[in-house]
Structures are given as structure tokens and as C-alpha cells.
């Protein structure tokens, strides 16, 4: 069974920045496009960004755009996000998971970021 175990969420102020990472137990991971998603309180999940498996390409919602970075290192089967001038609006747990387009495996516990002054 997939185990995805994320990690460096915290408190953070207004502009501050926070690399998460989540690492994937399954072998495979190289050959799958990855997305970070994110559920704030009383809403759905949403994706926030996406990585192809084969040349990197990634997507991202408008409203990270330009300040957030995916990226994956596919050896050690981990995958990050670089979020830079958070806001508050940023405050979620955060997850990590095959795309969307994906059957979706087992939700990690995700981690919290909470953006606050």
C-alpha cells in the first residue's frame, strides 16, 4: 500500500516562505504525474500544483502562480513545493498525491500552514 508522508508545514507571517516535501513509499513514483493539494477550512480539496513524470512540466493555479514551485526528485522519490509571499489566504493542510487525472492513492496526514501575523 502507497504510504505519502508530507512534511514542513508551520505558523509563518504574511510574505514569509516554506519548502514542503512529501516523501512516496511506492516504487514507481518516477513514472506518474504528481500534484500538491491543499483543503482549507470548509472547503473542498484543491489542487494547487502539478508536475509531469517524464519532462517536468508544471501547472498551477492562478492563484499561486509565481509563487509557488513544484518540483520532484525522482531517485528519492520525494516531491516539493517552494511556496514564497505567502499569504493568508494560503492557510491549508497540504497534501501530496498522484494528478487528478489519476485514480487517487491513500491520503497522506498532510501538513498544516498556517499564514498569520
Known amino acids: 500500500q502507497v504510504q505519502l508522508v508530507e512534511s514542513g508545514g508551520g505558523l509563518v507571517q504574511p510574505g514569509g516562505s516554506l519548502k514542503l516535501s512529501c516523501a512516496a513509499s511506492v516504487f514507481t513514483f518516477r513514472v506518474y504525474p504528481m500534484s500538491w493539494y491543499r483543503q482549507a477550512p470548509g472547503r473542498e480539496r484543491e489542487v494547487v500544483a502539478t508536475?509531469?513524470?517524464?519532462?517536468?512540466?508544471?501547472t498551477y493555479e492562478d492563484s499561486v502562480k509565481g509563487r509557488f514551485t513544484i518540483s520532484r526528485d525522482n531517485a528519492k522519490r520525494i516531491l516539493y513545493l517552494q511556496m514564497d509571499s505567502l499569504k493568508p489566504e494560503d492557510t491549508a493542510v497540504y497534501y501530496c498525491?498522484?494528478?487528478?487525472?489519476?485514480?487517487?492513492?491513500?491520503w497522506g496526514q498532510g501538513t498544516q500552514v498556517t499564514v498569520s501575523s
Open positions: 508536475i509531469t513524470s517524464d519532462d517536468f512540466t508544471t
Open positions: 498525491n498522484r494528478a487528478r487525472e489519476l485514480p487517487i492513492w491513500k
